[in-house]
């Protein structure tokens, strides 16, 4: 069954990234210099768990990140949750991933499980129902009291399209407040991260400056190689899909997160990419590595080992489609660089 975005967000909702093998271990380094963590969201296959987060729970989440440990022959180093505005942070998921010692990422999505949104505008209000969720959150990511990468709203350029949250400057002001409320809660674990889609990096949407606000102490993007699956049906490197957000992030002095990444087989939708599967992800490998620093390199990087769904078009990020794909994957992984 193909992943769609909107089943991916469903999923992502109840925390589906973060189970990892049961032995309780002490949490990994986590925001190292001139280290980039490596991380994935393997697909839980979500046919069972359609109607999240109502009736799946934790326990049927787990194995999709067992197996893809059990696969790849090591453990990750961070987990991607996007729970919604009104389910619990940390949830169980989340507790899970930071107590078997994961670094989990956490996306906040200002959308509620019934599918109406939060309104940025209405975020830095001093009282009402939006303050009181942010307080509610703060007081329970504060007694929990363990590091994790924190996003509020990643891609927010998506909502702005579709007329949901606001403006730019809006978003800019719900993300400071949001820090500022959670400081003012007591939360000092968090390292905030401001997510933007790559093309935005490359000029779209007004362009990075308009979105990233001051608050983020990292920035991230989201970026994928759909080869001829894509709109435009053209292979992608890795180097075309992220240099803009590396060398934005080098001009303003701060490191990233590569939030979503991953490649498809050069062969899919009729398609001959330059390269292999497993070539773009060793050029990934060899990239970021040479990116790395201890200010503007990438921090964390999570693959999406997923098969999704691009606008109506199975697209296949999976790294075990192929031997040579997967020893890639391995490869790369296995650097000392990855922790």
Same mark, same amino acid.
């Given at each position: 069954?193909?992943?769609?975005?909107?089943?991916?967000?469903? @999923?992502?909702?109840?925390?589906?990234?973060?189970?990892a093998?049961?032995?309780?271990?002490?949490?990994l380094?986590? =925001?190292?210099?001139?280290?980039?963590?490596?991380g994935a969201?393997p697909?839980?296959?979500p046919?069972?768990?359609?109607?999240?987060?109502?009736t799946?729970?934790p326990?049927?989440?787990?194995?999709?990140v067992?197996?893809?440990?059990?696969?790849?022959?090591?453990?990750?180093?961070?987990t991607?949750h996007?729970?919604?505005?009104?389910?619990?942070?940390?949830?169980?998921v989340?507790?899970?991933?930071?107590?078997?010692?994961?670094?989990?990422?956490?996306a906040?999505?200002?959308?509620?499980?019934d599918?109406?949104?939060?309104?940025?505008?209405?975020?830095?209000?001093p009282?009402?129902?939006?303050?009181? $969720? +942010?307080?509610k959150?703060?007081?329970?990511?504060a007694?929990w009291?363990?590091?994790?990468?924190f996003?509020?709203?990643?891609?927010?350029?998506?909502a702005?399209?579709?007329?949901?949250?606001g403006? !730019?400057?809006?978003?800019?002001?719900? =993300?400071?407040?949001?820090?500022?409320? =959670?400081?003012?809660?007591?939360?000092?674990?968090?390292?905030?991260v401001?997510?933007?889609?790559?093309?935005?990096?490359d000029?779209?949407n007004?362009?990075?400056?308009?979105?990233?606000?001051?608050?983020?102490?990292? +920035?991230? @993007?989201?970026?994928?190689?759909?080869?001829?699956?894509?709109?435009?049906?053209?292979?992608?490197?890795?180097?075309?899909v992220?240099?803009?957000?590396h060398?934005?992030?080098?001009?303003?002095?701060?490191?990233?997160?590569? $939030?979503?990444?991953?490649?498809?087989?050069?062969?899919?939708?009729?398609?001959?990419?330059t390269?292999?599967?497993?070539d773009?992800?060793?050029?990934?490998?060899?990239?970021?590595?040479?990116?790395?620093?201890?200010?503007?390199g990438?921090?964390?990087?999570?693959?999406?080992h997923?098969?999704?769904?691009f606008?109506g @078009?199975? @697209?296949?990020f999976?790294?075990?489609?192929s031997p040579?794909t997967?020893?890639?994957?391995?490869?790369?992984?296995?650097? !000392?660089?990855?922790?």
């Amino acid at each position: 069954m193909a992943l769609t975005r909107r089943s991916f967000l469903k @999923v992502s909702a109840a925390g589906v990234a973060g189970l990892a093998l049961p032995k309780v271990l002490e949490p990994l380094p986590a =925001f190292a210099a001139a280290r980039c963590q490596w991380g994935a969201f393997p697909d839980p296959s979500p046919d069972h768990c359609a109607t999240l987060p109502d009736t799946c729970g934790p326990e049927d989440l787990m194995p999709a990140v067992y197996d893809f440990e059990a696969l790849i022959g090591r453990k990750l180093g961070v987990t991607r949750h996007y729970p919604n505005w009104d389910y619990p942070i940390p949830n169980d998921v989340i507790k899970e991933s930071a107590r078997t010692g994961h670094v989990p990422l956490i996306a906040w999505r200002p959308q509620k499980l019934d599918g109406t949104w939060i309104s940025w505008a209405d975020v830095p209000k001093p009282r009402g129902p939006v303050h009181t $969720e +942010i307080v509610k959150k703060a007081k329970a990511i504060a007694a929990w009291n363990r590091r994790a990468y924190f996003v509020f709203h990643h891609e927010p350029e998506n909502a702005y399209r579709r007329g949901l949250g606001g403006t !730019p400057a809006e978003f800019q002001a719900a =993300f400071n407040a949001i820090r500022q409320i =959670f400081t003012d809660n007591g939360v000092t674990k968090l390292t905030y991260v401001a997510t933007l889609q790559r093309v935005t990096y490359d000029g779209a949407n007004g362009g990075a400056s308009a979105w990233l606000p001051s608050g983020c102490d990292l +920035i991230g @993007v989201d970026g994928y190689n759909r080869g001829a699956c894509a709109s435009d049906h053209l292979w992608k490197p890795f180097p075309e899909v992220f240099d803009s957000a590396h060398e934005y992030a080098l001009s303003i002095g701060k490191g990233m997160v590569i $939030e979503e990444w991953g490649s498809v087989r050069s062969d899919v939708c009729g398609g001959a990419g330059t390269q292999t599967q497993a070539d773009w992800i060793r050029q990934a490998g060899d990239i970021v590595q040479a990116w790395a620093g201890p200010t503007a390199g990438v921090k964390a990087m999570i693959y999406t080992h997923s098969l999704a769904d691009f606008k109506g @078009v199975p @697209v296949d990020f999976r790294i075990d489609q192929s031997p040579d794909t997967l020893a890639a994957f391995k490869e790369v992984g296995a650097r !000392p660089i990855f922790t």
